[in-house]
């Protein structure tokens, strides 16, 4: 079985079950395709024991985690644009509308694996302020989870 279709069918058993992918390497297609099935992180065996527990722990807490060689693969570091990518880019301007700076600002902390509660007060407003606003962040984008909104307005450079 693949390791997308594994993750969907863990996801309809029980969508509260929290992936995290290690693997040897990161292909970014392979990567974001995992992602979307619902993966809440991914990291690279390559990586350091400490980071792999500093991982489990932050998945388990409800937070995503990425090694810092899948957030550059993820983010397209390599800096050639091709005409497709560029014209792309144009179609993600139009589609920036659809999240406003709050919005992006609330996604942002997410990412960096804060809590609800975190961000609440850091932004001076209720838990259930952004519990309704990741409500329609989610709606909004038409994401599954926080992980694949954190993953599309990363790849629009939103975040």
Request: glycine share 6%; proline share 1%; aromatic share 6%.
């Amino acid at each position: 079985m693949v390791a997308t279709d594994l993750i969907v069918k863990i996801h309809r058993q029980n969508r509260f079950v929290r992936v995290l992918v290690f693997s040897a390497e990161g292909n970014a297609n392979a990567v974001r395709a995992l992602l979307e099935a619902g993966a809440r992180g991914y990291l690279l065996k390559s990586g350091a024991e400490k980071e792999l527990i500093l991982a489990i722990k932050s998945i388990a807490r409800g937070h995503q985690w990425f090694s810092q060689e899948i957030w550059a693969l993820l983010a397209g570091t390599n800096g050639v644009k091709s005409a497709a990518a560029e014209e792309e880019e144009e179609e993600e301007e139009e589609e920036e509308e659809k999240l406003t700076q709050r919005q992006r600002e609330i996604l942002r902390r997410v990412a960096m694996g804060h809590t609800d509660a975190q961000i609440a007060i850091e932004l001076g407003v209720t838990t259930k302020a952004i519990n309704r606003q990741l409500e329609r962040i989610l709606a909004r984008l038409d994401a599954p989870n926080r992980t694949n909104a954190v993953y599309q307005a990363t790849k629009k450079g939103w975040i």
